[in-house]
Nanobody, 120 residues
Framework: QVQLVESGGGLVQAGGSLRLSCAAS????????MGWFRQAPGKEREFVAE????????LYADSVKGRFTISRDNAKNTVYLQMNSLKPEDTAVYYC?????????????WGQGTQVTISS
């Protein structure tokens, strides 16, 4: 089992920055892709970004490309999401997830989420 705990959310003005963290515990994350998703009120959860075990492979949603950066520190079992140039439409609960890179594309583990609110 993998336990994921997000932190770093908050309220910032448009144009500001936040860095989210996701701390993992319970087992090694070797071979696990880590991702960030978000869910705004009344909307479905959507993909934001993901990163491979080595960190060499990253993928971003078009809506955040060039503004958000995903990274990971495997020694600390932690994944980060640096969010710059934030917009009101980035307001959502952000979730961290983990999936085994060799077992399909389904995310098996999820954190509880952290609220990000961007004021205009």
């Amino acid at each position: 089992q993998v336990q994921l705990v997000e932190s770093g959310g908050g309220l910032v003005q448009a144009g500001g920055s936040l860095r989210l963290s996701c701390a993992a515990s319970g087992r090694t994350l070797r071979d696990y892709v880590m991702g960030w998703f978000r869910q705004a009120p009344g909307k479905e959860r959507e993909f934001v970004a993901e990163i491979s075990w080595s960190g060499a492979g990253t993928l971003y949603a078009d809506s955040v490309k060039g503004r958000f950066t995903i990274s990971r520190d495997n020694a600390k079992n932690t994944v980060y999401l640096q969010m710059n140039s934030l917009k009101p439409e980035d307001t959502a609960v952000y979730y961290c997830g983990a999936r085994n890179a060799y077992v399909g594309n389904k995310y098996d583990y999820w954190g509880q989420g952290t609220q990000v609110t961007i004021s205009s």
